[in-house]
């Protein structure tokens, strides 16, 4: 069945959930393996249409209208401005997108996006998750859905956390965690977490499922 609405693209994370927590529990990796385990596992568990779901999908928007892709903007070198490219990690889109992701697709795919994921997992060696890493895709992610919106289209932002290193001292601590909540639920930004022992889903509605 085609995914239409964003609310049908959530659902579809939320099903693919519980095969997201027991996989990425069992392997240490990097964001872009992990990245690769949620599309396979919304492919399986959502089910996704394989035409509906995109990864690294680069997606090129010009007269930028948000305050931070206007910095981002600002930062080309010059000559090469005018516009930000954002390549969301793994995209739930609506049937519009035809399942063409190529760069030169760009208004299709931002017209036509349902879900965005962006990734972040705790792979730093003798380090961890800090506020600055996760904030700033949480920023990103609010930033490009309103980028969106000021073309006629809306998408659901999600952050999704894999924090399930063996070593405590590699993993978030309490209060960064506690502090990208908040942050999520301020931007309308759908956190999801796991790590070794918990998880939990946040969203923006002021839902949630929560468990250990």
Do not use: C
């Amino acid at each position: 069945m085609p995914l239409v609405t964003k609310d049908h693209a959530l659902v579809a994370l939320q099903n693919a959930w519980p095969l997201i927590v027991s996989e990425t529990r069992q392997v240490l990796a990097g964001e872009l393996h992990y990245q690769a385990m949620i599309y396979h596992a919304l492919r399986v568990a959502g089910p996704v249409p394989l035409m509906q779901l995109g990864m690294n999908v680069k997606q090129w928007i010009t007269n930028v209208t948000t305050d931070l892709f206007k910095q981002l903007d600002l930062r080309h070198a010059e000559g090469f401005g005018g516009g930000f490219e954002p390549i969301p990690d793994v995209v739930i889109f609506g049937t519009g997108a035809a399942g063409n992701w190529q760069r030169r697709s760009y208004e299709a795919t931002l017209q036509h996006m349902l879900l965005a994921v962006e990734v972040k997992a705790s792979e730093r060696h003798k380090s961890r998750l800090r506020s600055k890493d996760i904030h700033f895709d949480i920023r990103k992610l609010a930033a490009h859905r309103d980028e969106v919106r000021a073309r006629g289209g809306d998408f659901e932002p999600v952050m999704m956390i894999i924090d399930v290193a063996k070593d405590p001292q590699e993993r978030m601590d309490s209060r960064t965690l506690a502090l990208s909540r908040e942050l999520a639920g301020s931007m309308g930004v759908s956190l999801f977490y796991v790590s070794p022992d918990s998880e939990f889903a946040d969203f923006p509605s002021g839902g949630e499922s929560e468990h250990s």
